[in-house]
């Protein structure tokens, strides 16, 4: 057990939803990551907060958005969703997000849009 | 662009043997490199690193060894244990290119017992 716990574990939607993927990283880590893995893909990084604040951002989508509350958890907001956006999506935290930090892995949310 | 690739989506090694996985990255700005291990419905655990400024990094039966000129890492697991059995990533970052870790496509090793 990594201390990241990600809800919910399964989400199966329709096309053109919207859904919030919620992810609570381990005690005492500043920064969250949040990534995207397709079929036959690599982890492709969405985007970082650290104490609330974006800090770095990868290829995510303009339907996708992110937010860190207060308390540190975060949310992962995927809108007008298609097809190709089924995917897992894991959530990580690290204590300060610095590249030489290791992430903690959640276990990710399995995303089916139908 | 995959800056960070596993050519071998897949190894087969007896148990006992030695697993050599691979990784080749194309970013000479990388200076700090990773191993992830991943189950089946679990997220990816952290397994070894090696910084730039090294070559070889060994931690019990698991060596990365770094070719900084080739751009070039491998993970060696010796002796090999069906419990290995999993899907290994490699990653790369740079302090110089921000926070983002980039990841290869995996390759899934099943050790046979």
């Known amino acids: 057990d990594s201390g990241v716990t990600q809800t919910p574990k399964h989400l199966i939607t329709a096309t053109g939803q919207r859904v919030t993927l919620r992810c609570s990283p381990r005690s005492g880590d500043l920064s969250v990551y949040w990534y995207q893995q397709s079929l036959d893909q690599g982890l492709q990084f969405l985007i970082q907060?650290?104490?609330?604040?974006?800090?770095a951002k990868g290829n995510i989508l303009e339907r996708f958005s992110a937010q860190q509350f207060p308390d540190l958890h975060s949310e992962l907001n995927l809108s007008s969703l298609e097809l190709g956006d089924s995917a897992l999506y894991f959530c990580a935290s690290s204590p300060m997000g610095l590249p030489y930090n290791e992430q903690f892995f959640g276990p990710g949310t399995r995303l089916t849009v139908l | 662009d995959q800056q960070v690739k596993q050519n071998s989506p897949s190894l087969s090694v007896q148990e006992g043997r030695i697993s050599i996985l691979n990784c080749d990255y194309t970013?000479?700005?990388?200076?700090?490199f990773l191993w992830y291990k991943k189950y089946p419905a679990e997220g990816p655990t952290f397994l070894i690193s090696i910084s730039s400024i090294k070559d070889k990094n060994e931690d019990g039966r698991f060596t990365v060894f770094l070719n900084k000129s080739a751009k070039h890492l491998s993970l060696h697991i010796v002796p090999s244990q069906p419990g290995d059995s999993a899907v290994y990533f490699c990653a790369a970052s740079a302090l110089t290119l921000g926070n983002q870790f980039y990841f290869g496509t995996g390759t899934s090793l099943t050790v046979i017992p």
């Open positions: 907060y650290y104490n609330g604040e974006e800090r």
């Open positions: 970013n000479s700005m990388f200076d700090y």
